[in-house]
């Protein structure tokens, strides 16, 4: 069946054939690929064209049993189909009173969507990214052989699929750590900070003594406000920190989607309404509160409680911005957020966070140092603006996430991402006729 | 691929000496790397295209293109997607031929329907074999205003125009499933060489403003544009004129 697909952002969608199989008829499915080759997808929150194949086959989501076990050590590992969403895993994990060990912002990717974008949450700065929580994955090689991979046991074509969009080829299953907690609650420190110097010196000296951290900048605001924001933090809920309908029901797992967006609206994303939302949101905020009990899903996942949230950016669809540079390279994050509030462009709230020391994924995104993640409505005119921010990342040392990408050049790409080249070469032995090929692998010719 | 800002990475110019064609070319030039396929008839114009498009930082290969040759083009679409997908293509060739001369005299008449109509939809059918197979791709026709009420000044050129703007709409709706995506533009008078000599009509733009809507039509994703964009209403005014009114008009 012929389907037009898009990423999150709804931008630059292409037709391909996508196909339903079972993990079993992946290597038949490969020998038949037609010039066009095949990429898997998940659930499509990938923002750009990384689960898009333009005139060849889609895989959908390969869905199958969850398991858990224990290592010779106690530790909890579960053994998952890559088409089970995290919604489905945390919902078994949280009946075993276990947690997924990273989640993103969204319940609704799929692990092997996570292993192929390797995914970082608000742990990353103490847990690293979702590869570095992988014991193996099993994967369907252009050969049609499954291979089971891990770390230690084939540490080229692991550390090449964790973080390669999927081109290295399809992963069937996948065995990680689980995370053991005592509720579905996390315990919640909330502080506002006026400005960009402050919060960095506060996410520096802080975020290490808490699991997960987080800011949401409010990117219209110039001048001495310039990057002010909330700071969320947070750690697990112990069993005696529970009170109310959380100490009532500890377990309580995320539900679906309260509302839905049914159709998309025009002209709402624009500089007044954006500006309006962003000031009542910083109003509200308490100033300073310490221990809030908030469930999983609020702390983590906001915008899952809203279905197709994405529709409300219009017609033309949004573009995602994801940035790391270096540590010592806080300067270049104010440089980005100044660019952004004097190009008056509406942007909801961005995000900054602290990452950890990255793992050896030839293309996975952490690097030490500080992430800015912006939403914009798409337009032609955004092209001056980003490509600004893209030299103002590339002279800090930084790239960019390629979940999120959907306009870098092949050039500025290569300069981002050194071992694009490994990338390349590991790729063409393992995959001489291409079978694995996606509108962003041919876009940034990988 | 065209990217989520409408900026493509490759883009094929049938007519490509056009002055709308080259404007286009080297907006996209701006935005990044670009690979340009320019077909067009071998000679001192098509060189110096070639030349102008390679000192934006494009890679520029040149094609032979002949309009009336419609046997070829398949071969040539093929031949210009050999080098990866083709992004956008722009349709940007015809002929303006002398309005009386092009209803008077049979062979003019018959090269002006060969150029301005059996041309387009020759190259948009091999076009769109070629969408189907890469699963997307922009394809934009340079139309006209004189096809949307043909008139008696320019009926000729107006009737081709008009057929070749009806193909390539309903082309944008066949192509829709399979990821293509066509725009037809249509302007007014522009200042190019092809219209060089002649009186300007109201609302002239030049190449310039002609390549600006372009780049946004296909960025939006829009299937038509008027280029000025005023001209939509005029022309949607100046459809609905009784025809003895019409013919004392001005035009």
């Given amino acids: 069946m012929t389907s037009l697909l898009s990423g999150w952002g709804r931008t630059a969608p292409t037709a391909a054939t996508l196909v339903e199989a079972g993990a079993s008829d992946v290597p038949a499915l490969l020998r038949q690929a037609i010039a066009r080759g095949v990429i898997a997808r998940g659930l499509g929150r990938s923002y750009g064209d990384a689960a898009q194949n333009a005139g060849g086959t889609v895989l959908a989501p390969l869905t199958g049993p969850t398991t858990v076990a224990r290592a010779a050590d106690g530790t909890p590992l579960v053994t998952v189909a890559a088409g089970t969403s995290l919604h489905d895993l945390m919902a078994t994990l949280l009946a075993q009173r276990l947690f997924v060990p990273v989640t993103p912002g969204t319940r609704y990717v799929t692990v092997g969507g996570a292993i192929a974008a390797d995914i970082h949450g608000k742990n990353n700065h103490r847990d690293g990214s979702f590869g570095d929580q992988l014991v193996s994955l099993d994967l369907v090689t252009a050969d049609g052989r499954l291979r089971t991979v891990g770390p230690e046991s084939d540490p080229a074509l692991f550390w090449a699929t964790v973080g390669g969009m999927g081109l290295t080829g399809v992963i069937t299953a996948a065995t990680l750590r689980a995370l053991p907690v005592e509720s579905a609650y996390v315990a919640v420190d909330t502080e506002r900070v006026p400005g960009i110097n402050e919060l960095v010196d506060r996410m520096r000296a802080g975020d290490d003594a808490y699991h997960y951290s987080v800011a949401w900048i409010d990117t219209l605001a110039r001048g001495r406000s310039l990057g002010r924001a909330v700071l969320t933090r947070a750690d697990h809920a112990t069993a005696d920190q529970l009170r109310g309908p959380a100490a009532r029901d500890p377990w309580a797992a995320p539900r679906g989607p309260r509302i839905a967006v049914p159709f998309t609206p025009p002209g709402l994303v624009t500089r007044p309404t954006v500006r309006a939302f962003n000031e009542v949101w910083f109003r509200k905020a308490p100033r300073h509160r310490v ?101 103002l990342v590339l002279e800090a040392g930084g790239r960019l996430y390629l979940a999120k990408d959907s306009r870098l050049s092949p050039e500025t790409f290569d300069a981002m991402y050194e071992q694009a080249d490994d990338f390349r070469k590991l790729r063409r032995d393992l995959d001489p006729a291409g079978v694995f090929q996606s509108d962003l692998g041919r876009r940034l010719q990988l | ?215 946004a039509g296909v960025a939006d994703r829009k299937e038509l544009v008027w280029v000025p964009a005023a001209l939509r209403v005029v022309m949607s005014g100046l459809r609905h004129v009784p025809r003895p009114l019409f013919r004392r008009l001005p035009l």
């Fill in chain 1, 291 to 391: 221990g809030e009990l908030q469930s999983i899903a609020a702390y983590f996942h906001p915008l899952d409680a809203v279905d197709d949230w994405n529709r409300l950016y219009g017609r033309r669809g949004m573009v995602q911005y994801q940035l790391v540079v270096p540590d010592d390279a806080e300067s270049a994050v104010t440089e980005a957020l100044r660019v952004l509030a004097d190009a008056g462009r509406p942007s909801f709230l961005a995000v900054l966070k602290r990452f950890g020391p990255g793992n050896p994924g030839l293309l996975s995104f952490p690097m030490r140092g500080w992430t800015l993640a912006l939403d914009l409505p798409a337009s032609p005119a955004l092209g001056p603006m980003f490509r600004t921010l893209d030299a």
């Fill in chain 2, 1 to 215: 691929m065209l990217n989520a800002l409408g900026e493509p990475q490759s883009l094929l110019l049938l007519g490509g000496t056009s002055d709308i064609a080259l404007a286009v070319a080297a907006r996209y030039a701006e935005s990044g790397p670009l690979r340009v396929v320019l077909a067009a008839r071998p000679g001192p114009r098509r060189t110096e295209a070639v030349t102008r498009l390679s000192a934006l930082g494009a890679v520029v290969e040149a094609l032979d293109f002949e309009a009336t040759d419609t046997a070829s083009h398949p071969a040539l679409v093929e031949q210009a997607a050999s080098g990866g997908d083709l992004d956008v293509v722009l349709v940007a060739f015809g002929v303006l031929g002398d309005e009386e001369q092009a209803w008077q005299d049979h062979d003019a008449a018959v090269r002006l329907a060969q150029v301005n109509y059996v041309g387009p939809v020759s190259v948009g059918t091999a076009l769109a074999a070629q969408v189907r197979r890469q699963g997307h791709g922009v394809i934009v026709f340079l139309s006209s205003v004189a096809g949307e009420r043909v008139r008696r000044s320019n009926f000729a050129y107006g009737a081709s125009k008009a057929g070749a703007d009806g193909f390539y709409l309903g082309l944008g709706e066949a192509l829709r499933e399979h990821g293509g995506h066509v725009l037809v533009v249509r302007p007014g008078f522009v200042h190019t060489k092809m219209t060089e000599g002649r009186d300007a009509a109201p609302l002239s733009v030049g190449p310039d403003e002609v390549a600006e809507a372009v780049v």
